[in-house]
């Protein structure tokens, strides 16, 4: 096979092919005139070079592939060597990602600390942090109202309704288990680099999930020991939402996903529209004996409402009769 029909058919330039001969991981056979003739071997070879370095592999790093397929494996990575050359990139890329951690947050301490220099006294920005192009938020959303719409949840047993749950699991709402559950509702959870519904800031009590999340992340143990047996976060997210946002927040307890809005249905919750999309209103509820013990509603601010809900489990010792 000719240099130009193995390039063309491997999909590299020939120049790529000149410098992988060069430096020895595709060796050509010599014909008495003089041309390159090329092993059908050689294929698989450039291939293999080529995918492995649109991964980041160095052209050098790919040999014990190359040499592996020379020695008539069917794969690249079937040799011991191959293997050890996976693990090598990967310890790299490892301790690559650390390093970059630490300059990404070096950086973002920066940039609030500049950002906080900016601000006269006396003003303090919204907890939410700071906006794409680096200056505070400074506008604190409106405060919810109570409509009483939760009113009537005090005393009314929970549905026998059935939701998918992070882990990978389902949590039987009827089934929940002895002790008290924390079952927080939520509008939405946002993703970084992901717009939130249009108008959002300005909507009363839809702000603040992440910071809701984190605040029962942080007082978690404290919760379980005042008595919650388990605390659960509820929103209409879809499962593969949740999961995303169990392992960027690290949440210590399990998200359920309620994107046909049963428990709504079922309990009469709470919802608003925002963007062309129908959300839950924040609100949590205390279950025990699988009842609705007490409601908290509305919830505000999102950021402190788990020492909210911690204050009550300590004043409200559950009842063993």
Same mark, same amino acid.
């Not at 005090?154 to 709402?173: I, Q, W």
């Not at 509008?187 to 970084?192: I, S």
């Given at each position: 096979? /000719?240099?130009?029909?193995?390039?063309?058919?491997?999909?590299?330039?020939? /120049?790529?092919?000149?410098?992988?001969?060069?430096?020895?991981?595709?060796?050509?056979?010599?014909?008495?005139?003089?041309?390159? @003739?090329?092993?059908?071997?050689?294929?698989?070879?450039?291939?293999? *070079?080529?995918?492995l370095t649109s991964l980041g592999l160095s052209v050098e790093e790919t040999r014990p592939f190359v040499e592996c397929l020379a020695s008539g494996h069917g794969s690249g990575d079937e040799c011991?060597?191959?293997?050890?050359?996976?693990?090598?990139? *990967?310890?790299?890329?490892?301790?690559? *990602?650390?390093?970059?951690?630490?300059?990404?947050?070096?950086l973002a301490g920066h940039l609030r600390a500049a950002a906080e220099r900016s601000i006269p006294k006396g003003v303090q920005p919204f907890s939410a942090g700071y906006g794409l192009d680096g200056r505070p938020v400074r506008c604190d959303p409106p405060i919810p109202s109570d @409509?009483?719409?939760? @009113?009537?949840?005090?005393?009314? /047993?929970?549905?026998?309704?059935?939701?998918?749950?992070?882990?990978?699991?389902?949590?039987?709402?009827t089934a929940l288990g002895a002790g008290r559950t924390v079952l927080y509702v939520?509008?939405?959870?946002? /993703?970084?680099?992901? @717009?939130?519904?249009e108008g959002w800031d300005t909507i009363p009590g839809a702000r603040g999930c992440t910071a809701e999340a984190c605040g029962f992340r942080d007082h978690h143990e404290e919760l379980v020991g005042a008595g919650a047996a388990r605390v659960y976060g509820l929103s209409s997210q879809p499962g593969h939402y949740q999961r995303e946002v169990v392992d960027r927040l690290r949440l210590p307890f399990t998200m359920l996903?309620?994107?046909?809005?049963a428990v709504r249905d079922a309990l009469r919750l709470p919802t608003f529209p925002a963007g062309g999309l129908t959300l839950y209103r924040r609100l949590t509820m205390i279950v025990s004996r699988g009842v609705i013990e007490h409601v908290f509603y509305p919830v505000y601010p999102p950021a402190q409402h788990a020492f909210e809900v911690l204050d009550w489990l300590r004043t409200h010792p559950e009842s063993t009769e």
């Open positions: 096979m /000719r240099a130009g029909e193995l390039a063309r058919v491997a999909e590299v330039t020939v /120049r790529a092919l000149r410098y992988y001969e060069k430096v020895g991981l595709v060796v050509p056979v010599r014909l008495p005139n003089g041309y390159r @003739d090329y092993d059908p071997v050689a294929v698989r070879q450039v291939r293999e *070079i080529r995918e011991p060597a191959s293997l050890a050359a996976y693990r090598h990139a *990967i310890d790299e890329l490892s301790v690559r *990602i650390v390093r970059l951690t630490q300059r990404r947050d070096a @409509d009483g719409t939760a @009113d009537r949840l005090a005393g009314v /047993r929970l549905p026998n309704v059935t939701l998918p749950a992070s882990d990978g699991s389902t949590v039987a709402l939520y509008p939405l959870t946002g /993703r970084p680099g992901v @717009d939130l519904p996903a309620d994107p046909e809005f």
